[in-house]
């Protein structure tokens, strides 16, 4: 038994205590020490410095017009305004495509534009500039075409679009090819010839630089910074939540942005928002709101807008955001909602079959890389289920569907695939050496789609494998988790939670807060949300916590009352009938190293007497041999589980239940009892495969006293201590 994961810590408690910058930030600024140790983290060395970071003073606005082509952008915008000609705006399906497709249609629409908006349906056009959709757009009279958030690699689809009469200016953020379309500008700060000194914008943070230069244009009696104030006041709630959602680092000006944008949130009037929020709250079964964080952003309001993308139309999003009064949005919010929960159930239904296809087909030994494919699932989910797997068994994941190849399976079939991939193995790289396999692909290092063939999918899986297994080292695959500080009990209030929001906007480059707990005791653990979440009660320094445990049902967890934990966590503040309090999320949970080191050496000793050999002079006959008692208690607790329909256990929880009603039983003696009953026929019992070790039994009808000495399991540990 090992760890799933292996925890970076940056600083123990006894180093925050009595690091000399913790403690003048913590006594010059009035903050608790955990506060200035982030502080320190994030490279204040001193009173000042952690001032200014939380002034967000060293951040400053660049002038748009620094970004290559932003000057051809707005004078052939500003021409299609004046001229009256159609202009389309060609947005993305997902958030941060939302976002800025609704930010640049409300800002032309409010200066007079003939616009509108085109987004690709995820299943039929798939991403980006379509040669379909430009013929499409061109019939209906478009003139000139504004891509947000993609284009910049549409070479053929620019020519294309100039044949058919458009005109198109890109704007983007995505990585550019060495040549880039010849459109009427192609406004991103990757361009290689771009020299605007912050590169990390989302897509909708180019369209807010965007909205600037176009506001300064066509108000030239105002200043730059008047003109940046009134699009960032009318835009910046949008631009916020497509900057998190897009998973943008932030710093320099998202750092600025999306703080402005949280504090429009809080207070929004957009319609869309104010239903989407209200929408969530009700769903939730909350009586008041939750503070707007970026966490909140990115949990609660960008999945509910990607959905309509993943599995809907991404234009019921654009609508929402849209809309003028709440009457309009309030159904369009909670058909949003309504949408989520079906991806939620889809996700869950695809990760069942997913987890189940590893259990029966994938060789962990062998092959580093899970490949899975079936016919029914989903395109636009297969992405985050790849993700869950990849999180949960620590190793690359490539999911493949062939949805809508029919009933029929032939050989030349399409199927879509999302991967996910893991520390040391370019995703992207590893698809270029099976490139003759597929029909295409694309991504970046840790995430990446394709497209395969079915006739070609097993020489994939097998090639995909054959150059993973030369770069990937399983010793090195531990996924990792980085942790700020240690916490004591003492630390874990609701003040000390609610002083973090003075480090937000959170996300990439100034992460959400992660501590560790060492040397709780589980309490209580109690299943929650149908099984799929777990509540756990910990007792710490003489009081309980708290602890969430989403995503992990209580088997998975495998930790029961009594048992002593480390737990890795972000600090939250939870809101229930007006009361607040301080609650744990967890992102790990484990048996402390002590209790975990007692465990292995059990079975490490189990598989020296599996494999033969004796445990004299290792262990005591008392602590490996079971008593009849033993057999009797264990015999009996699993016909009442049985009786009560429950047929599969863990070796710890068996020993659990047995603990609880008075007579514990080790794990070695609890093996010889299992491997006992099913040597006589007691019980059918059958060893499930993965971790936590886990058995399935089955009832078999038996009369009369029973030999245990017939098992040979009994005889033999028996045998090897003289007793036999």
Known sequence: ????????????????????????????????????????????????????????EEEQLHDPFLMKDMDRAVERIVAAIEGKERIVIYGDYDVDGVTSTTCLTLYLASRGADVGYFIPSRAGEGYGVSEGALRKLAEEGCRLIVTVDTGVTASAEVVLAHELGMDIVITDHHECHEDLPEAEAVVNPRRPDCTYPFKELAGVGVVFKLLCALEAVLSPDDGMMDCVRRVAKEY?????????????????????????????????????????????????????????????????????????????????????????????????????????????????????????????????????????????WHHGIIGIVASRITEKYGCPSILVSFEGAGEEKKPDDPGKGSGRSVKGLNLVEALVSCSDLLEKYGGHELAAGLTVKRENLAEFKRRLNDYARERLNPAEMMPELDAECELAAPDITLEQASELYSLEPYGVSNPVPVFILRNASVAEITPVGGGRHTRVILRTGGKNVTA????????????????????????????????????????????????????????????????????????????????????????????????????????????????????????????VILLTFRELGLFGVERLSGEPEIFAFRRIVTRGKVDLTAAAVYRKIMHDFGQD
């Open 1 to 56: 038994m090992q760890y799933k994961y292996h925890w970076n810590l940056a600083a123990t408690r006894k180093q925050m205590t009595e690091d000399p910058r913790v403690r003048a930030i913590a006594e010059d600024l009035g903050v608790f020490l955990p506060t200035a140790q982030l502080l320190v983290n994030r490279g204040c060395t001193t009173p000042a410095e952690a001032r200014s970071f939380l002034a967000k």
């Open 548 to 671: 969430m445990c989403f995503r992990m049902s209580t088997r998975e967890l495998d930790l029961y009352p009594g048992d002593e934990v480390d737990v890795l966590f972000t600090l939250d503040v939870n809101e229930f009938q007006n009361q607040k309090t301080v609650q744990l999320i967890v992102k790990d949970i484990r048996l402390t190293a002590e209790r975990m080191d007692a465990e292995n050496r059990e079975r490490e000793l189990y598989e020296l007497f599996r494999t033969g050999k004796t445990l004299r002079g290792l262990a005591s006959a008392q602590a490996v041999i079971p008593a009849r008692e033993d057999f009797a208690e264990v015999y009996g607790l699993l016909r009442r589980q049985l009786s009560a329909d429950r047929d599969s256990f863990t070796v710890r929880a068996l020993s659990w239940l047995a603990a609880s009603e008075g007579r514990p039983i080790g794990y070695i003696k609890l093996k």
């Open 236 to 376: 910046g709630d949008l631009v916020a939540i497509g900057t998190v959602a897009d998973v943008m680092p932030i710093r320099d000006e998202n750092r600025l942005i999306v703080s402005y944008g949280l504090s429009l949130l809080e207070n929004t009037a957009r319609p869309g928002l104010v239903e989407l929020i209200e929408a969530t709250r009700m769903e939730a079964k909350a009586a008041t709101r939750r503070k707007i964080t970026a966490s909140y952003i990115g949990y609660t309001i960008a999945p509910r807008i990607n959905a309509a993308g993943r599995i809907r139309d991404a234009s019921l999003a654009v609508e929402l955001l849209l809309a003028k009064d709440c009457d309009t949005a309030a159904p369009l919010a909670r058909h949003l909602c309504d949408i989520n929960r079906e991806r939620q159930e889809e996700e869950n239904k695809i990760m069942e079959e997913a987890y189940a296809k590893i259990a029966a087909e994938h060789d962990f030994e062998h092959d580093p890389v899970i490949v899975l494919s079936a016919e029914n």
